[in-house]
């Protein structure tokens, strides 16, 4: 009797993880709130719709875990890990995303996500993932560890080397050509030669996979750099 309520208080103090959701969609904060409701160990505290808007929801609240989008509008998902990485370095966050190329997921770790996990997994996977994640262990879906292994064809490293991601400049001539600048306009707005861009160019269509303009135009229209 004495142990039945022992254990029964156990449960009654057993501490709840506060989660909080960056994700656009606000049926996404739904169907995670749904999936949690019967677990009393994790409630989505908050929902924000940016990257903006999550960086001032941590520097007024406390979240145990932030699950995060890549795609995000006005600052994506890796700009706003590298954001949280130098003002709350201790914060925990989980990528929760339908992004699973090389680059995101590459990216996001490098940047300190603490796992990456497939927005299409099931709802034990996701409450699994969660408690490994706040456990202090690592967690990545099926198919983000298969993007991390392929990771490694874009590094000089040994596997668990740095990813080499896209460069600040990188970056910059992806934005420009999906705004449909020609060579000499990039060129002329970054003060580099035309020849540079167009190396440039022939360097990001190897290193995303893309045969072609459009390619690298879908690319920045899936981060939301336009």
């Not at 656009?24 to 908050?46: C, F, M, N």
Request: net charge positive.
């Amino acid at each position: 009797m004495e142990q039945a309520s022992r254990r029964s208080g156990t449960k009654r103090r057993m501490r709840t993880s506060r989660l909080i959701l960056a994700d656009p969609l606000a049926i996404v904060a739904e169907g995670l709130r749904t999936w949690l409701k019967d677990h009393p160990r994790y409630t989505v505290a908050d929902h924000v719709r940016s990257g903006p808007e999550l960086l001032d929801a941590l520097a007024n609240s406390t979240y145990d875990l932030v699950l995060l989008e890549v795609s995000l509008p006005k600052m994506d998902g890796i700009d706003t890990m590298r954001a949280i990485r130098k003002s709350h370095p201790e914060q925990l966050v989980l990528a929760f995303s339908e992004m699973l190329e090389i680059e995101y997921v590459n990216s996001m770790l490098i940047e300190g996500c603490a796992g990456y996990l497939a927005k299409s997994c099931e709802p034990e996977e996701l409450r699994f993932a969660l408690s490994q994640v706040l456990a202090g262990d690592r967690y990545l879906s099926d198919a983000a560890n298969s993007a991390v292994e392929k990771g490694y064809a874009h590094t000089s490293k040994h596997p668990g080397g740095a990813y080499i991601g896209l460069t600040t400049r990188e970056r910059e001539i992806i934005r420009m050509v999906a705004m449909e600048r020609t060579n000499e306009e990039i060129a002329t707005s970054l003060f580099i030669s035309v020849d540079t861009v167009k190396s440039h160019r022939r360097q990001l269509m190897t290193k995303l996979n893309v045969r072609n303009s459009a390619g690298l135009v879908r690319y920045a229209v899936g981060r939301r750099w336009v």
